[in-house]
């Protein structure tokens, strides 16, 4: 609820991206009690919100999942974020959202890339290294990879960009609503910086 | 002070997630009431249960983790629900990677008055078509899942409880 009213309260900067790439606008407000950024796309039944996170926030709780500390530093200074995903159709309506994320691309100092995905991170750790509730608690905690969302239904979770904090680049966040696929940009996106 | 920032992450998250929240309830009918992957797991006093011996009465299963801002967000909503239709309906709540002591100390705060069983291994979840947590399914008599939700519901809603009770 605070949340909600601080949200109200931050400035909202309304960005019209290219006609041509998408329709949807994104919408960017600061968090008046954290200062952290999200930004955030509606368009039809598919709502899209990407939060800042602190990398000091993402190392602590990777810390206490049981991950090095070493381990849990290199994830949290990967630009992690939290993205909640939601298809807002009233229920009995037609029409399921799928998101698949090795089909996002980022652009970062004019180059095009995907984003760095659980799968990778969970391939670079020596079993010896990262526990098996460790790892456990790493697929859990990131968003899926491939999610189908229904009428209602909700998913969240963190996503790393696998750049330092402060940098910034822009996502083409891809999406597909009753079989047609979709995409829009958001721009000038900010990894949080240490604190 | 890990603790303390650990707290205050969720706590971040969790405002985060709500300001996201949304009243509506829904559940997802699933595709062809197919039996669901039976299992057998301990809860947090060590006491086994088989996914089998639930057949008779309706029964919703939540996956959820402490860490999760909307498990925890929704969790208060589910104990109510039980405290409704526990004649009725049998409800289980599967922890995904956490020991007992982690969901003792969560339960304090978010008491759980059914079953939490302990999927630590995460053998269980893999069975089950879950992308994120929380997930839940709602099973009829014969062990069947019927309906799923992906993210958090408010499960005291009548509405809601009236279809549950129905299968």
């Known amino acids: 609820m605070l949340s909600r009213k601080s949200c109200l309260n931050s400035v909202l900067i309304v960005f019209t991206l290219f006609p041509v790439?998408?329709?949807?606008?994104?919408?960017?407000?600061?968090?008046?009690?954290?200062?952290?950024?999200?930004?955030?796309i509606n368009e039809g039944d598919f709502e899209l919100q990407l939060t800042q996170l602190l990398p000091d926030q993402t190392r602590a709780f990777f810390l206490a999942r049981g991950f090095s500390k070493q381990i849990a530093n290199s994830i949290a200074t990967s630009c992690i974020m939290q993205i909640i995903g939601r298809n807002r159709a009233q229920q009995g309506m037609?029409?399921?959202?799928?998101?698949?994320?090795?089909?996002?691309?980022?652009?970062?100092?004019?180059?095009?890339?995907?984003?760095?995905?659980?799968?990778?991170?969970?391939?670079?750790?020596?079993?010896?290294?990262?526990?098996?509730?460790?790892?456990?608690?790493?697929?859990?905690?990131?968003?899926?990879?491939?999610?189908?969302?229904?009428?209602?239904?909700?998913?969240?979770g963190m996503t790393s960009f696998g750049l330092v904090p402060g940098?910034?680049?822009?996502?083409?966040?891809?999406?597909?609503?009753?079989?047609?696929?979709?995409?829009?940009w958001i721009r000038g996106i900010q990894c949080a910086e240490e604190r | 002070m890990m603790r303390q920032v650990t707290i205050q992450w969720m706590l971040l998250l969790l405002l985060s997630w709500s300001a996201f929240a949304y009243s509506e309830q829904s559940l997802t009918p699933y595709k062809g009431a197919q039996p669901a992957p039976d299992f057998e797991l301990v809860d947090v006093d060590g006491d086994k249960h088989r996914l089998?011996?639930?057949?008779?009465?309706?029964?919703?299963?939540?996956?959820?983790?402490?860490?999760?801002?909307?498990?925890?967000?929704?969790?208060?909503?589910?104990?109510?629900?039980?405290?409704?239709v526990k004649d009725d309906v049998s409800m289980l709540a599967i922890n995904v990677g956490e020991d007992e002591d982690t969901i003792f100390i969560f339960s304090a705060d978010y008491p759980i008055d059914f079953p939490v069983l302990l999927d630590r291994s995460g053998d269980v979840i893999r069975e089950w078509p879950v992308k994120g947590l929380p997930t839940t399914f709602v099973l009829d008599r014969e062990g069947n899942i019927r309906y799923m939700a992906v993210g958090a519901r408010e499960w005291d809603d009548d509405a809601l409880l009236e279809i549950v009770k129905g299968l």
Request: with cysteine.
């Open chain 1, 167 to 184: 940098e910034r680049f822009d996502l083409k966040v891809v999406w597909s609503a009753a079989g047609t696929r979709k995409d829009a």
């Open chain 1, 94 to 156: 037609p029409g399921s959202i799928d998101v698949d994320l090795k089909l996002w691309r980022m652009l970062h100092n004019g180059m095009e890339r995907p984003l760095k995905l659980k799968q990778q991170w969970d391939s670079e750790w020596p079993d010896d290294k990262v526990s098996d509730a460790a790892r456990l608690a790493f697929r859990w905690a990131t968003f899926p990879t491939r999610q189908n969302f229904s009428s209602g239904d909700f998913g969240w």
């Open chain 2, 52 to 84: 089998s011996d639930y057949r008779g009465k309706p029964l919703i299963i939540n996956f959820w983790a402490t860490w999760c801002p909307p498990c925890r967000e929704e969790m208060p909503s589910m104990n109510r629900a039980w405290s409704k």
């Open chain 1, 21 to 40: 790439l998408a329709m949807a606008a994104v919408i960017r407000s600061v968090d008046e009690q954290t200062a952290l950024v999200s930004w955030k």
